[in-house]
């Protein structure tokens, strides 16, 4: 079985550029979270989406969105690049969205490089 | 504030004892929590999870231990193989905005041959 895929794999970007970020979850997941991951550290959590509706939203500024699509892949845009958003993103998926405890699964990442 | 803590950046074992990775978490209220194993250049990895109304899971050659008294969590790794070498993250699932993971650092597992 398929796991979560994620595209590009890698992405670089300069200042100012905007980025789009794809995900397709596990067959039957119909939750999608996004996170950052800086080199170093843990992943910090951006999104989370269920059923095409917004369910959390990390500590991150307005210049990222996401959204969900019927078939539940997502996209994370990130407008007006900064150098500090280099960095490696994370889709996840789950089967539910919200309060449950459902396994959060990770798709490999796209590592993105702003210059 | 939101934390997810571990004791040890590094850990160094020999191939066939056994690891021990601990974490502290800060939250009190949170009641799930989860470790992931994440190799070079790849995403983390499900390992093993654990609910607050456990104290200890076992999986295959993997086992946690919950202790919400002191809020810590260790995930013990039994006959370390190279293939274990990778950081390994605790993360802990907060109610609210969606039930996002807060993880911690990491541990960076090192076997030596």
């Known amino acids: 079985d398929a796991g979560v895929t994620q595209s590009p794999t890698h992405l670089i970007k300069t200042r100012g550029q905007h980025v789009t970020l794809r995900c397709s979850p596990i067959?039957?997941?119909?939750?999608v979270s996004w996170y950052q991951q800086v080199l170093g550290q843990g992943p910090q959590f951006i999104f989370q989406y269920y059923e095409k509706e917004e369910r959390g939203r990390g500590n991150f500024p307005d210049r990222f969105s996401a959204r969900q699509f019927p078939n539940y892949s997502s996209e994370l845009n990130v407008n007006a690049l900064l150098l500090g958003d280099s960095a490696l993103y994370l889709c996840a998926s789950s089967l539910e969205g919200g309060e449950s405890t459902d396994t959060q699964y990770f798709g490999p990442g796209t590592r993105l490089t702003v210059l | 504030g939101e934390s997810v803590g571990l004791h040890l950046p590094t850990l160094s074992v020999q191939e066939g004892d056994n690891s021990i990775i601990n974490c502290a978490y800060s939250?009190?209220?949170?009641?799930?929590f989860i470790w992931y194993k994440q190799e070079s250049g790849k995403g983390p990895q499900f390992i093993i999870d654990i609910r607050s109304n456990m104290d200890k899971r076992q999986g295959q050659r993997v086992t946690v231990l919950l202790n919400k008294t002191v809020k810590h969590l260790s995930l013990q790794i039994a006959a370390t193989q190279p293939g274990d070498s990778a950081v390994y993250f605790c993360?802990?699932?907060?109610w609210g905005q969606g039930g996002k993971l807060i993880f911690g650092q990491g541990t960076e597992l090192s076997v030596k041959p």
């Open positions: 993360a802990e699932r907060w």
């Open positions: 067959s039957g997941h119909k939750s």
């Open positions: 939250n009190s209220a949170s009641d799930y």
